[in-house]
């Protein structure tokens, strides 16, 4: 029988700077280490992609805090979509997922760059048959789920796997906790700043630095992507995104939904020039009047986010 993993390997205990976090975790879907350990091996295993190239981690590494270092990461042959990798961390708490948040749970979400042309283009039926001709996997899948290998427990493992990437032990979070010593007087300027003149905390909210709405935060007059619009077709949705998190930021550059900037520097600094023209953008998109020490300030705030004990976490990577 499938042992149930208790709060405490989610990270819950971690949670004193978030109190407010809980983990999504569908009842249709309980942790046991057994599926943990499978959706390890899947995310990292070439094995679900039409031509045993590309794996979950060839675009989320966990060198760059399970995001990756491309504005757009390639896809097999070499293809390219229009988005930029997110970071997976704490994914745990998300609500939705996909920068429009279409996909209500993990195990959608992870079926979506599976079978996607320009990602991982796995043929179902095929996949399947090449995980039934392992008998390592007819095994794995035998334990975790007392069952043989079909795509609905692929995708199961894997949502499995990726709500253990939780940190929440960065210089911030140890701040909080009251080590006082844990922020640089630049970061701490920065800190101020982030939840008042610069406004990021409106949001960059909560434990997750997330509100999980989308917003249109002024990138472009025209982009191809039109981001919500996609799935509601109203015209005032045209351009908005959901907020990503800020965890672990410093590590997830480029940034923004097509990875369009480069540093976070960059980033602040279009946020404190109001954006570009944009007939939808959010009331909050305008200049923020920040002097080049204070955007300094800022971004040194953001490196604070930085869990380096999650980064190098040996139960995350493939070889601990």
């Known amino acids: 029988m499938n042992r149930i993993v208790p709060l405490v390997l989610l ?3 971690c949670l004193s700077a978030a109190p407010a976090l809980l983990p999504q975790i569908p009842t249709t879907n309980p942790q046991t280490p057994e599926k943990i350990a499978l959706g390890k091996k899947l995310f990292y295993d070439p094995i679900l992609s039409q031509n045993g190239t590309v794996s979950c981690a060839s675009c989320h590494n966990p060198d760059h805090a ?4 491309q504005p757009i990461s390639p896809g097999v042959e070499g293809r390219k ?27 959608l979400q992870a079926m979506g760059p599976l079978t996607e042309h320009n990602e991982m283009a796995s043929d179902v039926a095929e996949t399947v048959k090449k995980l039934k001709a392992s008998a390592q996997y007819v095994a794995l899948f ?6 043989e ?8 493992a894997i949502a499995s796997f990726e709500r253990t990437l939780v940190g929440f032990d960065s210089p911030y979070d140890r701040f909080q906790r009251g080590d006082l010593t844990a922020l640089s007087e630049s970061q701490q300027r920065g800190m101020e700043l982030f939840f008042d003149k610069a406004d990021c905390f409106h949001c960059h909210s909560g434990g997750n630095f997330t509100d999980e709405l989308p917003h249109n935060t002024a990138l472009s007059f025209f982009d191809e992507d039109q981001g919500l619009f996609r799935l509601t077709s109203r015209d ?15 590590l997830t550059a480029p940034y923004m939904h097509d990875g369009s900037m480069a540093t976070l520097r960059e980033t602040v600094q279009h946020y404190n020039d109001g954006g570009e023209s944009n007939l ?10 920040l002097t080049d020490q204070e955007i300094d300030d800022v971004v040194a705030f953001l490196e604070s986010l930085t869990d380096e004990t999650f980064v190098k976490n040996p139960a995350f990577r493939e070889k601990p």
């Not at 399970?66 to 270092?69: L, S, V």
């Not at 988005?83 to 993990?106: D, I, M, Q, W």
């Open 236 to 250: 005032e949705d045209i351009g908005k995104f959901k907020t990503p998190t800020l965890r672990n930021i410093a």
């Open 11 to 13: 990270g819950v205990v």
């Open 280 to 289: 939808n953008a959010d009331p909050l998109m305008r200049p923020l009047g």
């Open 66 to 69: 399970f995001a990756d270092n």
């Open 142 to 147: 035998k334990a975790a789920f007392q069952d």
């Open 81 to 107: 979509g229009a988005r930029n990798a997110p970071t997976l961390t704490n994914v745990a708490f998300r609500k939705s997922f996909f920068f429009e948040g279409g996909a209500k749970s993990l195990e």
């Open 149 to 156: 290998p079909s795509m609905q427990h692929v995708v199961e």
